[in-house]
T-cell receptor, first 119, second 111 residues
Framework: GAVVSQHPSRVICKSGTSVKIECRSL??????MFWYRQFPKQSLMLMAT?????????EQGVEKDKFLINHASLTLSTLTVTSAHPEDSSFYIC???????????????FGPGTRLTVT | EDKVVQSPLSLVVHEGDTVTLNCSYE??????LLWYKQEKKAPTFLFML????IEKKSGRLSSILDKKELFSILNITATQTGDSAVYLC???????????FGQGTRLTINP
């Protein structure tokens, strides 16, 4: 159980266009989802925390108007990279935290990631 | 600001060797420390540690936490080439939902 999927797994887009990445929890309800970015040979950097039905909380230095996050349901969160530039090329990973039997579950389940290349 | 530092950053050993990976942290209101293994894609969960001195074990992997000295170690015995990966340590504080990750240790096991 506790599977998280991401779509697409890989995307190439032109500079100036927008790209939407989906993160789905397949077999549990994710009250909270997290979006991370990982540059080559670096660790995961949290971009934002998203709670279902409310606005995302962005980390310092992350532009909320550039990285739009929507968590409209308990199984889906989306990250839209607007007006993408080559420096946005990175590996984007989401994770989800569930609520089991009404209790918060501390473990985060990670999606497989999306590799974005902006040309 | 919460901080996680892992060492070494890179380690190359021969199959069959035992390795110890280190993670030290500074966090306000510590709740848990987690270890993940990352191969080519997203991290996979290994251990979550909340109490000092209690070893968690899964096959050839084990981990322990020292909340007084603010560090954790991850041991891998009888290493295999399939253990080659980046091992990530992360901490979570009370009240904050987010994980703060260390830089990772890139482990390479040569046959």
């Amino acid at each position: 159980g506790a599977v998280v999927s991401q779509h697409p797994s890989r995307v190439i887009c032109k500079s100036g266009t927008s790209v939407k990445i989906e993160c789905r929890s397949l077999d549990f309800q994710a009250t909270t989802m997290f979006w991370y970015r990982q540059f080559p040979k670096q660790s995961l950097m949290l971009m934002a925390t998203s709670n279902e039905g409310s606005k995302a909380t962005y980390e310092q230095g992350v532009e909320k108007d550039k990285f739009l996050i929507n968590h409209a349901s308990l199984t889906l969160s989306t990250l839209t990279v607007t007006s993408a530039h080559p420096e946005d090329s990175s590996f984007y990973i989401c994770s989800a935290r569930s609520t089991i039997l009404g209790k918060p579950h501390y473990e985060q389940y990670f999606g497989p990631g999306t590799r974005l290349t902006v040309t | 600001e919460d901080k996680v530092v892992q060492s070494p950053l890179s380690l190359v050993v021969h199959e069959g060797d035992t390795v110890t990976l280190n993670c030290s942290y500074e966090v306000t209101n510590f709740r848990s420390l987690l270890w993940y293994k990352q191969e080519k894609k997203a991290p996979t969960f290994l251990f979550m540690l909340t109490s000092s001195g209690i070893e968690k074990k899964s096959g050839r992997l084990s981990s322990i936490l020292d909340k007084k000295e603010l560090f954790s170690i991850l041991n891998i015995t009888a290493t295999q080439t399939g253990d080659s990966a980046v091992y990530l340590c992360a901490v979570e504080s009370q009240g904050a939902q987010k994980l703060v990750f260390g830089q990772g240790t890139r482990l390479t096991i040569n046959p």
